[in-house]
């Protein structure tokens, strides 16, 4: 019923999709494509890869079992698998990015 159009590399658009593996990750990426576009400290950075070449890195990194302890959780916001950027003063590159959780993330940031 809610299930829109196949985008390529089979993405799909599902209600609340967003916790399933695939769905975290296009909405993963898709944060990151939006925050390059519209918060003017990312202004200057920009995502240089595709959602098909996310999805094949993902399937490289501990993806599954951090989105599997998030799942677990009860999906605390805390344990969310997060793209994190390795090098800040540097876009979103296949080279320069790592799956953590959300917590990981600010963590880094905060020291």
């Not at 593996?21 to 400290?41: E, F």
Request: net charge positive; with cysteine; hydrophobic share 30%.
């Amino acid at each position: 019923m809610y299930e829109h159009r196949r985008k390529k590399c089979g993405t799909k658009r599902v209600i609340d999709g967003y916790r399933s593996l695939k769905g975290k990750v296009v909405n993963m990426y898709r944060s990151a494509v939006n925050r390059c576009k519209k918060d003017k400290y990312y202004i200057d950075r920009s995502v240089s890869f595709t959602i098909c070449e996310f999805k094949d890195f993902v399937k490289t990194t501990n993806y599954k079992e951090i989105h599997g302890a998030w799942v677990k959780s009860g999906y605390k916001m805390k344990l969310s698998p997060s793209i994190d950027r390795i090098d800040n003063a540097r876009g979103y590159d296949l080279d320069n990015i790592q799956i953590i959780t959300v917590s990981e993330n600010a963590r880094k940031h905060d020291g």
